[in-house]
């Protein structure tokens, strides 16, 4: 009766090409290998985004003067709640993406936190300056901008600003988890291929 050798296990690569690693480094530091003449901390933006950038900048500025010479202290303003509704509408979705983005580790949590965080700066500006001083209604508004919408607004900021650290934090993990994956590999091919098989009978 003669032993059959058992079959190894199937290999996560061909036997003929080495294993495949991952990059280490963010996106950012993996264009730079790419592009040595870039430097590493800047992204690869087309130049009109500049451009237009500076152009509105420019624009708005005389707007900026004109406005501040030509608005009113007060005005009566039609569909006052519908405005304020949408608005606070629009911001709860936002934040609801927010926790969407978040939750599932969505790498659009950085723009959408940017977006959130602006929102919240702007209703908290509003609702300031827009409050009556009688009846208490600035000093609820000026306590709710304080306590609510000031301090999440700074964390939203903070999870824009350090979404890049984050995900290459991430990114990192996923690398070092794939060299384990594959030095085990290596490590049962290894075993394998030791193994002694005893002469028929």
Same mark, same amino acid.
């Given at each position: 009766?003669?032993?059959?050798?058992?079959?190894?296990?199937?290999?996560? =690569?061909?036997?003929?090409?080495?294993?495949?690693?991952?990059?280490?480094?963010?996106?950012? +530091?993996?264009?730079?290998?790419?592009?040595?003449?870039?430097?590493?901390?800047?992204?690869?933006?087309?130049? #009109?985004?500049?451009?237009?950038?500076?152009? /509105?900048?420019?624009?708005?500025?005389? #707007?900026?003067?004109?406005?501040?010479?030509?608005?009113? $202290?007060?005005?009566?303003?039609? &569909?006052?709640?519908?405005?304020?509704?949408?608005?606070?509408?629009?911001?709860?979705?936002?934040?609801?993406?927010? $926790? =969407?983005?978040?939750?599932?580790?969505? $790498? $659009?949590?950085?723009?959408?936190?940017?977006?959130?965080?602006?929102?919240?700066?702007?209703?908290? #500006?509003?609702?300031?300056?827009?409050? /009556?001083?009688? &009846?208490?209604?600035?000093?609820?508004?000026?306590?709710?901008?304080?306590?609510?919408?000031?301090?999440?607004?700074?964390?939203?900021?903070?999870?824009?600003? &350090?979404? +890049?650290?984050? @995900?290459?934090?991430? =990114?990192?993990?996923?690398?070092? @988890?794939? +060299?384990?994956?594959?030095?085990?590999? +290596?490590?049962?091919?290894?075993?394998? @291929?030791? @193994?002694?098989?005893?002469?028929?009978?």
């Amino acid at each position: 009766m003669t032993m059959q050798r058992p079959r190894p296990r199937p290999l996560p =690569y061909p036997r003929s090409a080495p294993p495949a690693e991952l990059p280490s480094g963010t996106p950012l +530091e993996l264009d730079a290998t790419l592009h040595p003449e870039r430097s590493p901390d800047r992204l690869p933006l087309p130049r #009109w985004v500049a451009m237009l950038a500076v152009g /509105s900048v420019v624009g708005f500025l005389p #707007w900026i003067v004109y406005l501040g010479f030509t608005l009113p $202290a007060k005005v009566r303003a039609q &569909h006052y709640d519908i405005a304020w509704l949408g608005f606070d509408c629009a911001m709860c979705s936002m934040l609801a993406a927010l $926790a =969407y983005c978040a939750i599932r580790r969505h $790498a $659009a949590t950085g723009p959408v936190a940017a977006v959130a965080s602006m929102m919240l700066l702007v209703d908290a #500006w509003f609702d300031v300056f827009t409050s /009556s001083a009688g &009846h208490g209604e600035l000093a609820l508004a000026i306590v709710l901008a304080l306590c609510g919408e000031l301090p999440l607004a700074l964390l939203c900021g903070w999870v824009a600003v &350090h979404a +890049e650290r984050i @995900r290459a934090r991430a =990114y990192r993990s996923l690398h070092v @988890r794939w +060299e384990r994956a594959i030095r085990t590999a +290596e490590e049962a091919v290894a075993v394998s @291929r030791t @193994r002694v098989v005893p002469p028929p009978r």
